[in-house]
């Protein structure tokens, strides 16, 4: 039947028809087009994760903030950089937390990459710090400097006493007790430990290579491997323990004057201790302050290449050697470890949780990170990690830009502004005769005595006196709640003010695309269905063509 035969209401059906078809098509295409890899999660699956505990008190603190303001719940075990990866690995973690990769160069230990799918995210930076407990004629030592060499022979067991030679090269102006050095190590897997050997490796070769046959450890490629647990030497008076609160909680002991050990310097803030000043490649001795932290990161090289399985992680060669004088040579980033693929017990809720938890930290949490004793990410690693959230199943996060981010690093033309701001060291702290009295650590606020303390070639830093110590004064028998080697955990700033991240859907919203469809369904079943119903009707007024027997109610015969 041509057009010209349609009645005029039924070329408007037509029309009708086709309208709703053509919407059809549409919406279904958009909704195809706006669904991601993976589905979006519907609620908030609680998630677990485990790993390093350099990283844990940054880490807890943002899990009490989003439990507290969103009910998002993350549980973390502090159980070491090393068990963080192995749970990661094999499926018991939702994600993992670590200051290394997986498989690291030239190491000791077999630490082979997953096969499960993932991807590298910085989380914070921070400066592995020398937390010590030190005391002359009875009073704290909160200024203690220490060269890279110093430090590598004392943790090598070459230097055993704090009043050798070299430790009084530099420190001018104390007068160092002859007591014993009583290095303290993690016994635990320990990406603390991973760091500072890869620097032993790099910056003292020497040392470190002549340390391995004492403790039976093979070279690797001719020099002692880089290793996540540090060898001890039976007898040797090294001490260990297990996590950062283990170390740090023995350093604090009242009876482990002469300790020392190596931990985050968040650790050292929350336990009212001093950490000492390092010697840096511009002759100035430092702490991991948040911006000395920065300025020294600036020198680090990132990969790049986001093809590579170990995209966004870290070479600190240039850190340990870096020129500026503000540089704190042992700073490093710590890495959230991510699933990019389903499986196990991770799904798309659970994905979904992990993801905004992810954008949270990265924006609003970075704002407590220097109160928490770590320094904050620079805005290419916090756009890159928003590229890596965007791989969780189940998540979809949209990054807030410089403008909304209040990242305290960001600046407008890209640069670093905590790095650009950081101040330059006092004339005391450069290597010489003199030295600066202030504090350290979670002792700044607390110089070092005079009188049987100190020499003749102290000296006080103009402008030093200030900043954010908030440690316990020496000598008010402050230290860890219960039992040998446990600090407690709920000493650590808690941040509750911040305003969540914003995670809307980044692609085309499925909604508008399914209503299309809806309403184009709807215009189809309008224009059709009548007709066909009209149709039916008309069929059941006539005879049925197998029934041959006259029908006189209708004045119907068969012909």
């Known amino acids: 039947m041509s057009l010209q035969r349609i009645p005029r209401w039924g070329v408007a059906r037509v029309t009708v028809a086709l309208l709703g078809l053509a919407l059809i098509a549409s919406g ?57 990866r192995n749970d990661f690995a094999n499926g018991t973690s939702d994600f993992g937390v670590s200051e290394i990769p997986y498989a690291i160069a030239n190491s000791n230990e077999a630490d082979i990459r997953p096969s499960r799918e993932f991807a590298y995210m910085p989380i914070v930076a921070g400066g592995t710090a020398f937390m010590y407990n030190l005391e002359i004629g009875g009073k704290r030592v909160t200024n203690l400097r220490l060269s890279g060499d110093t430090i590598a022979k004392i943790f090598t067991g ?19 007790p002859s007591i014993p050095i009583v290095p303290v190590v993690r016994s635990d897997g320990s990406g603390a430990t991973a ?24 070279l690797v490629n001719d020099h002692c491997g880089v290793t996540s647990n ?27 004057v002469g300790a020392i050990t190596f931990v985050e310097y968040s650790y050292a803030l929350n336990s009212g201790y001093p950490v000492a000043k390092v010697l840096n490649g511009a002759g100035y001795y430092t702490e991991p302050t948040a911006q000395n932290v920065a300025v020294g990161l600036l020198s680090a090289q990132i990969n790049e290449d986001t093809a590579s399985p170990e995209y966004l992680t870290q070479d600190l060669t240039n850190v340990y050697t870096s020129a500026d004088p503000r540089t704190y040579s042992l700073s490093s980033y710590s ?13 798309e809720n659970k994905g979904l949780t992990l993801a905004d938890f992810g954008a949270y930290f990265l924006c609003e949490g970075q704002q407590s990170a220097e109160v928490l004793g770590y320094s904050p990410l620079p805005i290419n690693l916090v756009q890159a990690g928003q590229k890596q959230l965007q791989k969780v199943p189940g998540g979809n996060p949209v990054i807030k830009g410089i403008t909304d981010c209040n990242n305290p690093t960001f600046s407008p033309d890209g640069s670093n502004k905590l790095a650009n701001e950081a101040p330059y060291p006092a004339d005391c702290d450069k290597q010489g005769a003199t030295q600066c009295t202030t504090g350290t650590g979670g002792a700044k606020d607390t110089p070092t005595g005079a009188g049987a303390a100190t020499g003749p070639g102290a000296a006080t830093a103009a402008g030093d006196e200030t900043g954010a110590g908030g440690g316990p004064a020496a000598g008010d028998g402050q230290q860890a709640a219960g039992s040998e080697g446990v600090l407690d955990a709920e000493t650590a700033p808690v941040i509750v003010a911040a305003s969540p991240q914003s ?34 009707g008309r069929t059941s007024l006539l005879p049925d063509p197998a029934d041959g027997i006259t029908d006189t109610s209708r004045g119907l015969t068969r012909s």
Request: aromatic share 12%; hydrophobic share 45%; proline share 8%.
């Open 28 to 84: 279904v295409f958009g909704a195809a087009g706006a669904l991601p890899a993976y589905a979006v999660g519907t609620v908030h699956s609680p998630i677990v994760g485990s790993g390093s505990t350099w990283s844990a008190n940054a880490l807890q603190a943002w899990i009490r903030n989003v439990w507290a303001n969103y009910q998002w719940k993350i549980t973390y075990s502090e159980s070491g950089s090393t068990q963080g």
């Open 158 to 176: 070459v230097i055993t006493r704090w009043d050798d030679p070299q430790v009084k090269v530099d420190n001018p102006a104390l007068v160092l």
């Open 195 to 218: 760091q500072v050997s890869i620097w032993l490796r790099q910056e003292h070769a020497g040392l470190w290579d002549a340390y391995c046959p004492k403790v039976g450890r093979p």
């Open 230 to 256: 540090y060898p001890v030497i039976p007898g040797s008076g090294f001490v260990a323990r297990s996590g950062s609160n283990g170390v740090a909680g023995y350093v604090a002991l009242p009876h482990a």
């Open 335 to 347: 890495y959230s470890i991510l699933p990019t693929a389903l499986g196990g017990s991770f799904t």
């Open 503 to 536: 995670i809307p859907v980044a692609a085309v919203s499925l909604l508008p695309s399914l209503a299309m469809a809806g309403f184009g369904g709807g215009l189809f079943a309008f224009s059709a269905i009548p007709p066909i119903l009209g149709k039916r």
